[in-house]
């Protein structure tokens, strides 16, 4: 089965620097990666997604960028305030399945 | 609301009670999967309904652990016997299967926490 990788499992910033968080995934079937967002007590929220076509996607201050030759890809997060305070899952997808990484816990610091 | 709906929201139960728990899903959605999520770890797969049919069940799920999404509209988990280790939070989530070429998003549900004691 598929399985991913996610790293780091916290990441500390200044508000208004940049957060980057990685994800490798194993199944080079899988064609389909969104990133949730998991504020304490809450669901997690989808945030942004990319297929396995498109190589970077942008959304306001957050994008991702896959690579499927290496079988990785990555969430950016610009100009961090303290609301992206959270924790961020990457998922997999190969067919319908979701696989997460066991996610990444980021404190913005004001 | 409109998104996924579960109940109860919080479970203390006894071990060896059992206990059911629903999910109703967003209303044209046709796919519905269950995850188990404890502290510092992201949700691990349960099971996968497509409309009525459960396509496919993880290890993870011991036989005390049964679902069922009769008519293809809600879904329930029960767990038989409940044991300490069972305590997490119990997600379900649904989407529409696009096929493809489409964005196969899916929403999860607010979830339901269980403790065993």
């Known amino acids: 089965g598929e399985n991913v990788e996610q790293h780091p499992s916290t990441l500390s910033v200044q508000e208004g620097d940049s957060a980057v968080i990685k994800c490798t995934y194993s199944d080079s079937a899988s064609n389909y990666f969104p990133w949730y967002k998991q504020e304490l007590g809450k669901r997690p929220q989808l945030i942004i997604d990319?297929?396995?076509?498109?190589g970077e996607k942008k959304d306001q201050r957050i994008a991702v960028t896959l690579n499927k030759t290496a079988k990785h890809f990555s969430l950016h997060i610009t100009e961090t305030q303290p609301e992206d305070s959270a924790v961020y899952f990457c998922?997999?997808?190969?067919?319908?399945?979701?696989?997460f990484g066991a996610g990444t816990t980021v404190t913005v610091r004001a | 609301d409109t998104g996924v709906s579960q109940d109860p929201r919080h479970k203390i139960t006894k071990r060896g009670q059992n206990v059911t728990f629903r999910c109703d899903p967003i209303s044209e959605h046709n796919r519905l999967y269950w995850y188990r999520q404890t502290l510092g770890q992201g949700p691990e797969f349960l099971t996968y309904f497509q409309n009525e049919a459960q396509l496919e069940k993880s290890r993870l799920l011991s036989d005390r652990f049964s679902a069922e999404r009769p008519k293809g509209s809600f879904s329930t988990l029960e767990i038989q016997r409940t044991e300490q280790g069972d305590s997490a939070m119990y997600l379900c989530?649904?989407?529409?299967?696009?096929?493809?070429?489409?964005?196969?998003?899916?929403?999860f549900g607010q979830g339901t926490r269980l403790t065993v004691v």
């Open positions: 998922a997999a997808v190969n067919d319908y399945k979701l696989s």
């Open positions: 989530a649904s989407s529409l299967d696009y096929g493809r070429t489409g964005r196969p998003e899916a929403f």
């Open positions: 990319i297929r396995s076509n498109v």
